[in-house]
């Protein structure tokens, strides 16, 4: 119950297998939850189906509908806080992510004392493989504008593939993170740099999806140029760190409307 690996998932039955296999192939006890926004080409199915290889590895939560990348990750957080997990990790199911590079963040963390580490493709020794150039505009373009705005010491704040210590999770008052897009991994590391944690960066090979559909879009962009602005604006006034720091007792669970499956299936 140390590691959890938490996987959004909207319409991936074909790598959600695949990455699956290669983050358990790992021997390295790992748990990993899937959290499934009732995704129709049968995702949820089809990982209820592989609970009967992965036995208490292996969770799944069904939401209703297509809810956002934010608060999916939300309700894992406070999956994996009631469930006690010590290092939670951020992770998307389409091998944009190695899972060989898990250990890394988990090491940062664990061996050299960090409280987030995060999968950089912009600190040296990073890179991103098979983007078109208007993807490497927008994302380099959104980390510098991020970095200008904020004064996060984070070259890559709209990284997805993330470590977090369970306290740090603990501490954020999720109340008060608002977006559900990039600009829900901005203020995650925003909120848990303002709160005093300590943050690294841990240099990443990013590689586009080869199966599957990218869920980018120019909702989500906006949300990124308008976040980063809202989320700055938020920290300077009304005593940004009182309210996102929670309050005893922390982080009562309480039960979101999704299905939880934990159990064998067959």
Not at 27 to 39: E, K, P, R
Not at 105 to 120: Q, T
Request: net charge positive; hydrophobic share 40%; aromatic share 14%.
């Amino acid at each position: 119950m140390e590691k959890l690996v938490i996987i959004p998932t909207y319409n991936e039955i074909e790598n959600i297998p695949l990455i699956l296999k290669a983050i358990f192939s790992l021997q390295l006890n790992y748990h990993v939850l899937v959290i499934d926004d009732n995704s129709p080409d049968g995702t949820a199915a089809k990982v209820e189906e592989l609970q009967f290889f992965y036995p208490n590895q292996l969770f799944i939560l069904k939401r209703s509908g297509k809810l956002g990348l934010g608060t999916a990750y939300i309700e894992g957080f406070k999956w994996a806080i009631k469930k006690r997990y010590e290092f939670i990790f951020e992770m998307d199911a389409d091998f944009s992510h190695n899972p060989a590079d898990l250990e890394r963040l988990y090491s940062a963390c664990k061996k050299d004392g960090f409280d987030v580490a995060v999968g950089s493709r912009y600190v040296p020794g990073g890179k991103i493989e098979n983007w078109p150039l208007d993807r490497h505009i927008y994302s380099k373009g959104g980390a510098l504008y991020t970095r200008m705005i904020t004064f996060m010491p984070v070259k890559d704040p709209t990284a997805g593939f993330v470590c977090y210590r369970r306290k740090v999770l603990e501490t954020i008052n999720f109340d008060e993170i608002k977006f559900i897009g990039y600009a829900f991994q901005i203020e995650m590391k925003f909120a848990a740099w303002k709160l005093g944690f300590k943050i690294t960066e841990v240099p990443i090979v990013f590689i586009d999806r080869k199966i599957g559909v990218s869920k980018m879009s120019g909702k989500i962009l906006k949300e990124g140029v308008f976040g980063v602005l809202s989320i700055q604006v938020k920290s300077l006034f009304g005593n940004y760190r009182k309210r996102m720091r929670t309050r005893p007792p922390t982080h009562n669970y309480i039960q979101p409307a999704f299905t939880e499956t934990d159990k064998l299936t067959s």
